[in-house]
């Protein structure tokens, strides 16, 4: 009697489950999948330069995992007899949009030190992982989120890669917007061939 009273309960459970899903069973993404991003980085001469971001935001614009920042920003530079201040409180051209939606000034230099890191001194390929966990390293919701790269070019003038998925969804290359700030033919093509493979 136990046995059918505990299989009718599970029946009905699934039923609710379904119903509750349009009818479909609930669908999860693997874990198994990760997100690739890359792209051609070539290093500049001069200040105001070379500083990029690379991190992923919920359909809030609310920062949901920094994948990478330059140490520059984020630590700024130690000179004789000035104090330590962080990059962009200095130089706020810095990759603003990044310092903006992650509420930089509100993060702790520990929590920096876990996705910063130093400006690359060569040109190369530059890739970058996401797991789909946030940045205490819990699994992200459903949902769609949004991959960004930030680059600044030369002082204001920078450029904003955006490209959307949706992680139970989304197989394969996403198409990416490019949208610049300021014009700089010299430095325009300093982060390029920006690449996001869901895998």
């Not at 984020?74 to 201040?85: C, F, M, S």
């Not at 130093?118 to 205490?136: C, Y």
């Not at 919701?141 to 204001?156: M, P, S």
Request: with cysteine.
């Amino acid at each position: 009697m136990k046995k059918i009273i505990t299989m009718c309960l599970l029946i009905a459970s699934s039923l609710w489950i379904l119903a509750m899903n349009g009818g479909q069973p609930e669908k999860k993404f693997s874990k198994d999948k990760c997100v690739e991003i890359t792209f051609d980085y070539n290093r500049k001469s001069g200040p105001g330069s070379n500083q990029y971001a690379v991190w992923v935001e919920n359909e809030k614009n609310e920062v949901v995992k920094t994948l990478f920042v330059t140490s520059f920003t984020t630590k700024g530079r130690v000179r004789e007899g000035q104090p330590i201040k962080r990059g962009y409180t200095y130089r706020p051209t810095c990759v603003p949009t990044w310092v903006e939606h992650a509420k930089a000034s509100e993060i702790s230099d520990i929590e920096l030190d876990a996705f910063t890191g130093a400006t690359p001194k060569e040109s190369g390929k530059q890739t970058f992982m996401w797991d789909f966990t946030d940045n205490k390293g819990k699994r992200v919701a459903k949902g769609t989120y949004k991959v960004l790269v930030e680059a600044t070019l030369k002082n204001e003038c920078r450029i904003l890669f955006t490209g959307t998925i949706n992680p139970e969804a989304t197989v394969g290359e996403i198409p990416m917007t490019a949208t610049e700030t300021g014009s700089n033919e010299e430095y325009a093509g300093m982060v390029k061939s920006v690449k996001v493979i869901v895998k």
